[in-house]
Structures are given as C-alpha cells and as structure tokens.
C-alpha cells in the first residue's frame, strides 16, 4: 500500500498569515495518463470532510483562491496564503493513484 | 445536486452484525466506483473498502478482510457495506464517498 505522511501534526496559525503543510508518499503518484492523483481534504469538527484540491493544484469548485496544492512525484503541499478563522480544522492528503485508498494521518490547523 | 446518505448505524455487541446503507442521488450511480471510509472517535480518516462501478472488483482493508462485504444496487442506486463479527475496534463513524462528495456519516458502536 502507498503511505501517506503528513508534516506536521499541528500548525498554530495567526489570522492573515500564510500556512503551509506538506504530504510525503511512499512512491511516485504520477499514473500514465499524465495525472497525478493527490488530493487535499479539510475537515472541520463535527462535519464531514470537503475536497479542496484535486489532483495536486486543482481548485475544487467553491474553494477560496487562498488556497493552493502544489508538488509532483512523492512530495506535495497545501498553502493556505492569508489563514481565517473558518480554516481551523484537519487537513488531510489522499492518494487514489492505486487501490487501497491511502490517507495521511492529517495536519491539524489551530489559531493563535 | 449530489448527495450520498449513510443509514444504518447504532450499538451492536461484539461479534454482532450490522448492514450499513447509502443512498444516492444527483448522478449517475452506475458511472462510479463508490467507497467506504471510516473515523473511530478522536482518530483520522481510515479506507475500509470500495466496489467499482458494475461491482466487478471489491476491495477490502486488512483490517476488514472476511468480516465485511461490500454491494451495490445501481437500479437502486444504493450501496451497502454488510459488516460481521464486529469488534470494538470497529467504532467508528462510517462515511460513503465519491472523490468529492461525502455523506455525513453513521455511527457505528460496537460495545458489551
């Protein structure tokens, strides 16, 4: 199975400052179609979780343009540019390159 | 709009049995592979199985491997995750999930 690692545990953020989290896989997510399937989940307490990114970069609809996925191969990150009160929540990186679905063990987003 | 809607959850004894559903709406049920993701309290998000579009393939996490049975309706579009001989280490909120798009989850107790 692909592992997913996330880094680090927990960010403690002042509101308007930049974040950034980063997501390790265990081998390169690049299939042969050209895309590479990570993907970057936000769940606040007590919901269900909500896709923000898809395949690395990609906006899912709705998502506010402060938020960002970059990366390739094995090493990825989510960038908040201007942290809000409404991010506090876990954030996690997904891989759907092959099955078993791998998730990382999160990123939880706190502010100061 | 796309909505996927968990029922079936409760207390079940150790050992019990459980058949959990999720009901969709807003696509094309038949189009997609479906998966089953589970969050025991406090804990993160773990995949547990996921069944392809026409139920030829069924995947199932170790941990889950000869307990639980994945099925899907697609005239119903319904998906099911029959789940035996629980253990206490199946606690867990269960979400059904489509990339995308999550259900708001069942809980599922297993306890004495």
């Known amino acids: 199975d692909i592992v997913m690692t996330q880094t680090p545990l927990s960010l403690f953020v002042t509101p308007g400052q930049p974040a950034s989290m980063s997501c390790k896989s265990s081998q390169s997510l690049l299939h042969s179609d050209g895309k590479t399937y990570v993907y970057w989940y936000m769940q606040k307490p007590g919901q269900s979780p909500q896709l923000l990114i898809y395949?690395?970069?990609n906006r899912f609809s709705g998502v506010p343009d402060r938020f960002s996925g970059s990366g390739s191969g094995t090493d990825f990150t989510l960038t908040i540019s201007r942290v809000e009160a409404d991010d506090v929540g876990i954030y996690y990186c997904v891989q759907s390159l092959q099955p078993p679905l791998t998730f990382g063990g999160g990123t939880k987003v706190e502010i100061k | 709009d796309v909505q996927l809607v968990e029922s079936g959850g409760g207390l079940v004894k150790p050992g019990g049995s459980l058949r959990l559903s999720c009901a969709a709406s807003?696509?094309?049920?038949?189009?997609?592979?479906i998966n089953w993701v589970r969050q025991a309290p406090g804990k993160g998000l773990e995949w547990v199985s996921s069944?392809?579009?026409?139920?030829?393939?069924?995947y199932y996490a170790d941990s889950v491997k000869g307990r639980f049975t994945i099925s899907r309706d697609n005239a119903k579009q319904t998906l099911w995750l029959q789940m035996n001989s629980l253990r206490a280490e199946d606690t867990a909120v269960y979400y059904c999930m489509r990339g995308a798009y999550w259900g708001q989850g069942t809980l599922v107790t297993v306890s004495s």
């Open positions: 069944i392809s579009s026409s139920s030829t393939y069924k």
């Open positions: 807003g696509f094309i049920f038949s189009n997609y592979n």
């Open positions: 395949e690395v970069s």
